[in-house]
């Protein structure tokens, strides 16, 4: 209303200027690499569902379960290190119990990581676990996270771009501009030595 130039970072809307990440491309390495591993039966904790991001991830993670016919079981949570924890409890007393769970968030995933350390559940030995996000304190965990690489520097750097080319009239269409993931293997993952 303003007319204040401005970039959203991790978000779109029609006639903004944007740049968010592609979920696909890294969380399809994700898949790749869980099927390796032999686990046939992943549990999912969504991130927030009122946003694009948690929305967008669930849908990639829908489509990779039907595309590499993996059992799955999908449990709404908020990003939020004691959704992951609640939602872990939920999924692994399950009758359809996973192998390995998948969150929407790295602050989820140290939530699953939280509640296996107090139930003597050994990772990756029993449990393999992957986040998303890949934040700096991801390989300081124990054991390292296994995570999708959200590239969040480089979608704050290439936003910064986008707000100067704006300031100085080089651009006047919206733009809506994307990222590609990427995935990190880590010690959180491993070989499915669970048979159902």
Request: proline fraction near 5%; hydrophobic fraction near 35%.
């Amino acid at each position: 209303e303003n007319e204040i130039p401005f970039v959203l970072i991790n978000d779109y809307r029609q006639n903004c200027f944007s740049i968010d990440n592609n979920p696909e491309p890294g969380m399809r390495q994700a898949f790749k690499y869980s099927a390796k591993m032999d686990h046939e039966n992943i549990g999912f904790i969504t991130g927030d569902m009122n946003y694009r991001n948690a929305i967008d991830r669930l849908n990639v993670f829908k489509k990779l379960t039907r595309e590499f016919n993996i059992k799955n079981t999908i449990a709404e949570g908020d990003f939020s290190r004691t959704s992951g924890y609640r939602l872990a409890g939920w999924l692994l007393q399950s009758s359809a119990s996973p192998t390995l769970i998948m969150t929407s968030s790295d602050r989820a995933a140290v939530g699953v990581l939280d509640y296996c350390r107090e139930h003597n559940i050994q990772v990756p030995q029993e449990l393999s676990i992957i986040g998303y996000d890949n934040l700096a304190p991801a390989i300081d965990l124990s054991p390292p996270l296994t995570t999708v690489d959200n590239p969040v520097t480089k979608s704050a750097f290439e936003a910064a771009g986008i707000l100067i080319d704006l300031l100085e009239n080089k651009i006047s269409k919206p733009l809506a501009k994307w990222l590609d993931t990427g995935f990190v293997i880590r010690e959180s993952s491993g070989i499915c030595r669970v048979k159902e």
